[in-house]
T-cell receptor, first 110, second 110 residues
């Protein structure tokens, strides 16, 4: 257990509303990641962080922003949610080059 | 960028049968991991295996980095092995990132 929690675990929202997902870790890992998982696409990297205030884009970063003001928290924000952002979102940490995943957040945008 | 392929895409096994899952990648990698996603959506680490062979119970994995492939062996399959198996790699050119293959969906029937 890598001590990763995600909140909320489920969310339903409407198109155009802002949404923030939170990933929290308890073990002071430097690297944190956000992925989305969709049928037919596997897991795709959205953004990742390699330290406080240090972030970079992944494969599918359009429409998403991230922030990391504390080591333990990595936030994913959808500024104006769209139906195409309906997905399951996973947070991960990297420990000694090995990734460990949180339980996921199921987001539905109506 | 690096391409990750997995085969077969789908597999149905009778309980007790053995199977081999394959992961091919198009460029040199620093890291390679195998994950199992169970029917409840949880991502479970199976192996961290950038090269060589490892075994854990009924599962074993081999990575031949010079030939850009990895194999996951499942012996004496059980219904609890059902789910999706993912291979994930970190390219040498961008070691911070992790790229997932599309997965192999395994169903083990009694």
């Amino acid at each position: 257990d890598a001590g990763i929690t995600q909140s909320p675990r489920h969310k339903v929202t409407e198109t155009g509303t802002p949404v923030t997902l939170r990933c929290h870790q308890t073990e002071n890992h430097r690297y944190m990641y956000w992925y989305r998982q969709d049928p037919g696409h596997g897991l795709r990297l959205i953004h990742y962080s390699y330290g406080v205030k240090d972030t970079d884009k992944g494969e599918v970063s359009d429409g998403y922003s991230v922030s990391r003001s504390k080591t333990e928290d990595f936030l994913l924000t959808l500024e104006s949610a769209t139906s195409s952002q309906t997905s399951v979102y996973f947070c991960a940490i990297s420990s000694h080059n090995e990734q460990f995943f949180g339980p996921g957040t199921r987001l539905t945008v109506l | 960028g690096i391409q990750v392929e997995q085969s077969p895409p789908d597999l149905i096994l009778q309980e007790g049968a053995n199977s081999t899952l394959r992961c091919n990648f198009s460029d040199s990698v620093n890291n390679l991991q195998w994950f199992h996603q169970n029917p409840w959506g949880q991502l479970i680490n199976l192996f961290y295996i950038p090269s060589g062979t490892k075994q854990n119970g009924r599962l074993s994995a081999t990575t031949v980095a010079t030939e850009r492939y990895s194999l996951l062996y499942i012996s004496s399959s059980q219904t609890t092995d059902s789910g999706v198996y993912f291979c994930a790699v970190s390219p040498k050119t961008s070691y911070d990132k992790v790229i997932f293959g599309p997965g192999t969906s395994l169903s083990v029937i009694p």
